[in-house]
C-alpha cells in the first residue's frame, strides 16, 4: 500500500445504507479521505451506485471503491460492466486478501444482508492491508483487460 491516506469512494443501495455509513465513519477514523455517493434515501437501484463508484475508479478519482447492498452480487455485476473495474464479492477475510492479491480488485462488494457490521470493518482493513502480488496473476488481470479491449484472452501468453 501507500503511506498516504487512500481515495476511497462508498456507494451503496437502500439495503446497504446503514452499513455503509459506518463503514465510512470506520475509514475516516483510520484517516482516509472516503465520500458516500449516490446516497438514496428510500428504495433505489443498486445499479446506479455501482455505476457512480465504478466511473470514479475508471476515471482514477479514487483509488478504491466499496459497494454494499443485499447480496452484493448485483453491484459486482453492474461495476464490472465498467473498463478498468474489477469488483469482487467478499464474504469472509480469506477472499478478501486474495481478491486483491489474485486479481487485483479495486472495488470490494458487501453484503448488507448476509455480513455483520464488525465482519464488514475486518473484511474492509484486510483487502486495504493486502497488495496484488503480480507474477502469474498480472497475466491474468492482462487477460481481463483485453476482454474488456473486446479482445481474445487465449490470443495472450
Known amino acids: 500500500m501507500t503511506d498516504r491516506p487512500l481515495r476511497i469512494v462508498i456507494g ?8 455503509a455509513q459506518a463503514i465510512c465513519e470506520h475509514l475516516k477514523r483510520a484517516g482516509h479521505d472516503v465520500s458516500i455517493v449516490g446516497v438514496c434515501e428510500g428504495p433505489c437501484d443498486y445499479p446506479d451506485q455501482a455505476y ?19 447480496t452484493s ?3 459486482s455485476i453492474a461495476a464490472n460492466k465498467i473498463d478498468g473495474v474489477r469488483a469482487a464479492v467478499v464474504h469472509d477475510e480469506l477472499t478478501a486478501g486474495l481478491s486483491r492479491a489474485h486479481n487485483d480488485s479495486n472495488v470490494l462488494c458487501l453484503s448488507g444482508d448476509l455480513l455483520g457490521q464488525r465482519l464488514m470493518e475486518r473484511i474492509v482493513d484486510i483487502w486495504l492491508a493486502s497488495s496484488f502480488e503480480g507474477g502469474r496473476h498480472e497475466r491474468r488481470t492482462r487477460k481481463i483487460a483485453a476482454i474488456e479491449r473486446g479482445e481474445d484472452p ?4
Open 12 to 19: 451503496a443501495d437502500h439495503r446497504g445504507n446503514a452499513p
Open 52 to 70: 457512480i463508484v465504478g466511473k470514479a475508479i475508471s476515471a482514477g478519482e479514487a483509488d478504491f471503491g466499496i459497494l454494499i447492498c443485499g
Open 73 to 75: 452480487i448485483g453491484m
Open 154 to 157: 487465449r490470443n495472450m501468453s
